[in-house]
């Protein structure tokens, strides 16, 4: 992620949004950047995601990706969504719009595990 990326991130976030941080299986220097790595070796791909409680929106339409051996950190302040986004993957959510994929496989309804 460049400088302005960074700073956009960083506004979102100070206007109640959460940081996504991810640093890539590679540490090169050429590793995948976020949401540009491929469907096909995405470990937790979250599409176009939201969950709203009454009018407001927990999470807002994020799409992001992880892949495999990838260290991702959910950072922001109270409220913002990192816990809904986590109760979502794990299937303890249901999503009003989106999808989401684990291994390609797509787990939008599935129950919890």
């Known amino acids: 992620m460049n400088i ?6 960083l ?6 949004a959460p940081l996504l941080l991810k640093k890539p299986a590679t540490d090169d220097g050429h590793g995948p950047t976020a949401g ?3 469907d096909a070796t995405a470990v937790i791909s ?3 995601v ?4 009454g009018e407001r929106a927990a999470v ?6 992880i892949g495999a051996g990838e260290f991702f950190s959910l950072l922001g302040p109270s409220g913002c969504g990192k816990t809904t986004t986590l109760r979502l993957i794990a299937g303890f959510e249901r999503p009003q719009s989106g999808r989401i994929l684990m291994q390609g496989h797509d787990l ?3 129950p919890p595990h």
């Open 11 to 16: 506004g979102r976030w100070r206007n109640g």
């Open 50 to 53: 939201s969950r709203r409680y």
């Open 4 to 9: 302005d990326g960074i700073g956009k991130w």
């Open 46 to 48: 979250l599409r176009n």
């Open 36 to 38: 540009t790595m491929p």
């Open 60 to 65: 807002d339409d994020l799409s992001l990706t």
């Open 108 to 110: 939008t309804e599935a």
